[in-house]
């Protein structure tokens, strides 16, 4: 792009809206990678020389555009700027006074003695939403402590819902939960923020911490006996936790399958060849299939190894039984369903080669969200053009 001053009208019902984002790593950039995908006009703020560390992870065949950096940052552009720097403050200054949101995950007190906490950049710009994505809270004992996903996964008890399956020791999801899953937290807290500020005019501080909203999210459902005080039973919901839930074996493969309503129920023993199970009165009612879930998933996988995966699939579908083959991973890439939808996408880039891409899943009918209007950039891209675009020169 040969200029940075506000755009024209872009894909997406975001479009117009600016956000300056000074984030790193995962959790800051699948927030903005939302955004931008949305229509937003995101800049990318990374140090000079490195740039977002999440650059240098995993396998690329482009020096400094890693994986997970291709799939974070998308539809943005990059500049290096120092603000520690008066030329990367100035710089920082002017690209704030242009903006609908300043977004970051630096620690406020660093900010501020950068010139850029909150009543600062209030007074460059008096409507501006500025989203902190921070590790904790303000007020509690952790305020200022380092947050990263292993260490919110351990301290939100989500660990420990697998010690509680297995009976062994407590385990990280083998995926960056936490973080992704704040990510999202982030994003709909800068939209509810922009909702206020179009009605109001008025901006907002917003703080977004990791313990809060991802315990907020592993207890939604663990809480459960705990809910009422005095307790009715024990943390943890007795069908998430329990050890028989998982894909079941077939003659061939695995199968995920979720009889839910009392008629799935009895046709799927029906259909299994044990039409009398669900006559015990275990297993008759919901409430009574909840106290004895381990019995009931150990029934399931006794009934699921007696066909072959695309038998049951067929089956199952006729009966109106909500089931899905198991996919492995590589299997993922090829699923008929995301194939015909089109949602892994074949990219060329200049600078970049061939790569493969996810949609954006949300569909709007009006403002179309847009999942390849701008490449991951290289570093520092767009310096030149942005500081351009501000006056103060490349």
């Not at 901006?203 to 005095?230: A, D, K, R, S």
């Not at 919901?237 to 199968?255: A, C, E, K, Q």
């Not at 891409?357 to 701008?374: C, G, I, K, Y």
């Amino acid at each position: 792009m040969s200029d940075t001053s506000r755009p024209g009208p872009l894909p997406g019902p975001l479009a117009g809206i600016r956000i300056i984002d000074m984030s790193t790593v995962v959790l800051g950039p699948f927030a903005t990678l939302i955004l931008a995908d949305l229509g937003a006009e995101v800049i990318k703020i990374e140090p000079p020389g490195r740039g977002d560390m999440m650059r240098g992870a995993g396998p690329t065949p482009v020096e400094g555009v890693g994986p997970i950096y291709m799939a974070l940052n998308r539809n943005k552009r990059s500049i290096e700027l120092d603000a520690k720097t008066p030329e990367g403050k100035d710089a920082l200054t002017e690209l704030l006074k242009t903006a609908d949101v300043f977004f970051h995950n630096v620690r406020l007190a660093g900010m501020e003695r950068l010139g850029f906490g909150y009543d600062e950049v209030k007074a460059l710009s008096p409507g501006i939403v500025y989203v902190h994505c921070a590790g904790f809270g303000q007020g509690g004992p952790y305020e200022l402590r380092q947050a990263y996903d292993d260490l919110i996964q351990g301290a939100s008890g989500f660990a420990d819902l697998n010690a509680i399956r297995s009976g062994g020791r407590p385990e990280y999801a083998p995926s960056l939960v936490a973080d992704k899953t704040v990510g999202l937290f982030a994003t709909y807290a800068a939209l509810a923020a922009l909702v206020h500020k179009a009605k109001t005019g008025e901006g907002q501080f917003v703080q977004v911490p990791m313990l809060e909203c991802f315990t907020f999210f592993n207890m939604v459902e663990n809480l459960y006996g705990e809910t009422f005080i005095p307790a009715r039973g024990k943390l943890a919901y007795t069908r998430s936790v329990n050890p028989n839930r998982r894909p079941y074996p077939t003659l061939d493969g695995y199968i995920g399958l979720v009889p839910y309503s009392d008629e799935q129920w009895e046709k799927f023993f029906e259909i299994g060849g044990k039409p009398d199970v669900f006559r015990d009165p275990r297993f008759s009612t919901y409430k009574a299939r909840t106290e004895n879930t381990g019995a009931l998933y150990a029934l399931i996988e006794e009934v699921a190894a007696t066909r072959t995966t695309d038998e049951w699939l067929v089956l199952l579908d006729e009966a109106n039984i909500p089931a899905m083959r198991y996919n492995t991973l590589p299997e993922v890439l090829t699923d008929a369903h995301l194939v015909a939808t089109d949602f892994f996408q074949q990219v060329t880039a200049p600078g970049l080669g061939t790569y493969r891409a996810m949609r954006h899943p949300v569909m709007f009918s009006e403002t179309p969200a847009n999942s390849q209007r701008l490449p991951p950039p290289q570093l520092g891209a767009d310096t030149q053009t942005v500081l351009e675009s501000l006056g103060l020169g490349g």
